[in-house]
């Protein structure tokens, strides 16, 4: 199993950046998959997932309404869209293959700082 994550870096406050994650090793569009952050000094956090077939989403309360998670089975890449950005935004983001408590593969992950 193999998650890379890129597209983090810089943004300004209000900006927006995309997330991309290319996944292989394993049947893609066979796992639901996930997004996961960890700001500096503080434990992981979920913040999204989507279904196998991508029908199906969820945000934790922080971010619904600013980031959009999607995926391309042709592809075997999981984005992430990211909106109306804020400092508290800042941290490492990385994919995971499942949902929750089902996750069990995660990526080296990819940096996002938001500062003015």
């Known amino acids: 199993v193999l998650l890379v994550e890129s597209g983090g870096g810089m943004a300004q406050p209000g900006g927006s950046l995309t997330l991309s994650c290319v996944a292989s090793g394993f049947t893609f569009g066979s796992y639901d998959m996930s997004w996961v952050r960890q700001a500096a000094g503080k434990g992981p956090e979920w913040i999204s997932g989507?279904?196998?077939?991508?029908?199906?989403?969820q945000y934790v309360n922080s971010v619904k309404g600013r980031f959009t998670i999607s995926r391309d089975n042709a592809k075997n890449t999981l984005y992430l869209q990211m909106n109306s950005l804020k400092p508290e935004d800042t941290a490492l983001y990385s994919c995971?293959?499942?949902w929750g408590i089902g996750i069990n593969a995660k990526g080296q992950g990819t940096q996002v700082t938001v500062s003015s």
């Open positions: 989507i279904s196998r077939s991508g029908d199906r989403t």
């Open positions: 995971a293959r499942g």
